[in-house]
């Protein structure tokens, strides 16, 4: 398998623009997550889903941000407007169905750099 | 809440060095506990994990043993490697089947291994 995959791996926009960020989840996964990480916080859940379907978004930071998952292959993070205190590295993460032992697997991340 | 404390970075060694690297934990109950490994440029790995008190978790070398008396899950190995070089981070899942699939991290440790 090709393991999570993220696009783009490098984003540098300025202020004001909308950015959205693209995840392909392992296949059969049935829950994904998009974590931010920055210095100065860590890393933190934003969003996460279960077949398809938001459960959890009590860490999206502002109304600025969104999560959709329309199918089980794709899911999609949109920054609308954005502005330079979201630069961070953003991952997707997929795990399967198993409870709380169950390991979750990373994507390489986008560098978001807002200017 | 839930959280997880991490020892201080950057942590240098030399090459065969004994690593140790402190993480203790609040959660209610017995929660799941992980160490992920982060490589230069890439997303989190799973390295180990230990899922109910006394177990001891164990791969490529390192090992972990769930503490409930201390609430630790400190990360060892005996003879550290360059390519060992990363930033390790202490995670657990909670207890509770509501948020099962919440991850969280502490801050990460940033490993040097030195020639």
């Known amino acids: 398998d090709a393991g999570v995959i993220q696009s783009p791996r490098h984003e540098v926009t300025e202020m004001g623009q909308e950015v959205t960020l693209r995840c392909k989840p392992i296949?059969?996964?049935?829950?994904l997550f998009w974590y931010r990480q920055t210095m100065m916080r860590g890393l933190e859940l934003l969003i996460y889903f279960n077949n398809n379907v938001p459960i959890d978004d009590s860490g999206m930071p502002e109304d600025r941000f969104s999560a959709k998952m329309p199918n089980a292959s794709f899911s999609t993070l949109k920054i609308q407007p954005s502005e330079p205190r979201d630069s961070a590295v953003y991952f997707c993460a997929s795990s399967l169905t198993g409870g709380r032992k169950t390991e979750q697997f990373f994507g390489p991340g986008t560098r978001l750099t807002v200017l | 809440g839930n959280s997880v404390t991490q020892m201080e970075g950057p942590v240098t060694l030399s090459e065969e060095a004994f690593l140790t690297i402190n993480c203790t934990y609040t959660a209610t109950g017995y929660p799941s506990l992980f160490w992920y490994v982060q490589y230069p440029g890439e997303g989190l790995q799973l390295l180990l994990k230990?899922?109910?008190?006394?177990d001891k978790g164990s791969n490529k070398g390192f090992e972990a043993t769930y503490r409930k008396e201390t609430t630790s899950f400190h990360l060892e190995k005996g003879s550290v490697q360059v390519s060992d070089s990363a930033v390790y981070f202490c995670?657990?899942?909670?207890?509770?089947?509501?948020?099962?699939?919440?991850?969280?991290f502490g801050s990460g440790t940033q490993l040097t291994v030195l020639p």
């Open positions: 296949s059969g996964h049935d829950y």
């Open positions: 995670a657990l899942t909670p207890i509770s089947s509501g948020s099962a699939r919440q991850l969280t």
């Open positions: 230990a899922t109910k008190a006394d």
